[in-house]
């Protein structure tokens, strides 16, 4: 019998809460990447935001969301997400690259412009 007062219960249900919050954040970053799968980026990058809402510190959501916005060709903002990948675990090299290729496009699409 569970009593409302006890501190084993109330960490019960902490556990409970912690466990399916991760759930929700993993399930969102997986439907993104299959949104990303089928081209569907606005789809993909809501996704991919609600699991940083869940988790500012999600490094998988900040790639998702850089994956989101290239398909976007919003270069800057990928990049942006790329940045947030790299600098939370800079032993991504692949988002350093799609960083590095997104600055790129950017320079070349204002090189264009003058």
Avoid: H
């Amino acid at each position: 019998v569970f009593f409302f007062n006890d501190t084993a219960t109330t960490e019960i249900y902490t556990e409970q809460i912690v466990g399916s919050v991760r759930c929700v954040q993993e399930t969102d970053t997986n439907r993104a990447l299959c949104y990303l799968k089928l081209n569907q980026f606005e789809k993909a990058l809501v996704d991919a935001q609600k699991s940083l809402k869940i988790n500012p510190k999600w490094i998988k959501g900040y790639f998702i969301e850089g994956e989101a916005y290239k398909g976007l060709k919003d270069y800057a903002e990928a990049a942006t997400s790329y940045f947030q990948t790299y600098s939370k675990d800079t032993s991504n090299t692949e988002a350093k690259n799609k960083m590095d290729a997104c600055v790129k496009i950017i320079r070349s699409q204002q090189a264009k412009q003058q």
